[in-house]
């Protein structure tokens, strides 16, 4: 009954309506129209089936579905493509026999998945935006520009070697076959010694280093090349700068060419600095002099000199001629100072001033070390005599600087502590042997001092020779001081 009283006819009764049951589709239940005797097995809807079903795409079905009615469609409602009778006109459409046909297909359906794998894949990275909009996914462009560094590092590897390697192959070729060489005569004026024995390829080095010639291998070729190779002969030879190789090994085989060497020693050298000038300036190196001075005797040194030739080479100057040795050049000089000594007639004069030989010799090696001008050696002279006659050291600083083998003006406080017995300062008496090579005028002014009572001299100005004399101690320390003030304070 409705609410106003009336009563629902039976067939309208709410209370009655039941809801329908859903249908439901038993997958174990056979289609219907699989059973179709039309439906052909390699017909196209057959074959549409066959791949769009739940068997071919994987996909299964809900657990509840609808009855799978011929009529019907899934959710219940009439097919509509179906005719009354129950056939389906529109399949002989897609009966294509054997031929492809697109949506259909029973081939290229793998192409397609791949084709919708590599989509869905690009389709979740983010698009690149160029400059002028988005572009499509772009290869690693870091792995790109790193492709090329291996191999040009392997090229490097390859080519920096071999180009080391050719340079310097190179440069061996050129030194040895086409070394550098000047051309022409050369200029200028140099002496070279060539020693007894020597070879093109020892003598090289030398000219190459003296500027004769522009590198060792164009001389020692050059001497390969000459008529004469092994003709060189010792001697000073009077050659020329920047010589074309050829041209000065033609001079060193020319005698002609042999020069004599002029060297000058000054007055009151050491042996040492006569040794190390001679070994510069002779063409004779210093060891063949040192050689020689070890074994003194075949000097002829006088008797006097008791083996030492300290003081007896007389300073002067000589000419080395050609082929000349150290011996005779040490023993020219030794000659020398025993005619200097026989002018002065030495032996008489020594006598004369109760000196012997070798004290006069010792004296006058004083007088040329302490001296400043050769006119105040005479004054210097008696100053010694006078000390020596007092016996009062002689407190001379150059005794005191060749025991040390130093050189100087002054002697410092500490140096005066020297024990050694050259040091006047705290032995009396004369030195045990001449620290210089005095000239004639120190061995004269030895044997003919001037006369006075002084007892001190300084020369103040070392660089004017200025020396002053004095017989006070307090006039002597005004003077010395006046000299450390010169020293400190030099003038120009």
Do not use: C
Request: glycine share 8%; charged share 20%; no cysteine.
């Amino acid at each position: 009954m409705s609410e106003n009283g009336t009563s629902w006819p039976p067939n309208q009764d709410p209370r009655r309506f039941q809801p329908p049951k859903p249908l439901h589709h038993d997958p174990r239940d056979r289609d219907p129209r699989a059973a179709d005797p039309r439906r052909t097995p390699d017909s196209p809807w057959r074959r549409i089936q066959e791949r769009s079903g739940p068997q071919a795409t994987g996909w299964q079905p809900a657990a509840a579905s609808y009855d799978a009615d011929p009529g019907r469609d899934q959710y219940g409602g009439p097919e509509p493509y179906r005719q009354d009778g129950g056939e389906d006109d529109h399949d002989d459409r897609y009966d294509t026999g054997d031929r492809f046909v697109p949506g259909f297909g029973d081939y290229g359906d793998e192409d397609d998945e791949a084709d919708d794998s590599a989509r869905s894949r690009s389709a979740r990275r983010p698009r690149e935006r160029g400059p002028k909009g988005p572009k499509g996914p772009r290869p690693p462009r870091r792995r790109r520009r790193l492709r090329w560094i291996a191999p040009l590092v392997a090229l490097l590897v390859i080519l920096i070697p071999l180009g080391i390697g050719g340079s310097y192959v190179y440069h061996l070729y050129q030194d040895k076959y086409h070394p550098a060489d000047y051309s022409g005569a050369g200029t200028g004026h140099i002496v070279v010694q060539v020693t007894a024995g020597e070879t093109p390829t020892g003598l090289a080095p030398q000219l190459a280093k003296l500027g004769v010639v522009a590198s060792s291998r164009a001389f020692v070729l050059a001497a390969e090349h000459s008529s004469n190779p092994n003709g060189l002969l010792p001697g000073f030879y009077g050659m020329h700068l920047h010589m074309k190789a050829s041209q000065a090994y033609a001079l060193l085989l020319n005698q002609k060419n042999l020069v004599q060497v002029t060297v000058t020693i000054p007055e009151g050298w050491r042996l040492s600095q006569i040794v190390a000038y001679l070994g510069a300036k002779s063409g004779i190196p210093a060891s063949a002099y040192q050689a020689v001075l070890k074994n003194p005797a075949q000097l002829h040194l006088p008797a006097y000199a008791n083996g030492k030739p300290e003081g007896y080479l007389f300073p002067a100057t000589y000419e080395v001629v050609p082929h000349e040795s150290a011996l005779g050049v040490l023993s020219g000089m030794v000659q020398r100072f025993n005619q200097e000594a026989t002018q002065l007639n030495l032996a008489t004069a020594a006598k004369q001033v109760h000196l012997t030989e070798s004290q006069v010799i010792v004296m006058a090696s004083l007088v040329e070390a302490e001296g400043g001008r050769t006119s105040d050696y005479p004054k210097i002279a008696r100053v010694i005599y006078n000390r020596l006659a007092q016996g009062i050291p002689l407190e001379l600083d150059s005794t005191v600087l060749y025991a040390l083998n130093t050189y100087g003006i002054i002697a410092s406080d500490q140096q005066l502590k020297s024990s050694s017995p050259y040091n006047t300062y705290k032995h009396k008496g004369l030195t045990p042997g001449p620290i210089d090579n005095p000239g004639a005028a120190a061995i004269a002014a030895a044997v003919n001092p001037a006369t006075g009572n002084w007892l001190y001299f300084v020369t103040v100005n070392p660089k004017t020779g200025e020396t002053l004399f004095t017989a006070s101690q307090a006039q002597f320390e005004q003077y010395r001081a006046e000299l450390q003030h010169n020293l400190a304070h030099p003038q120009g």
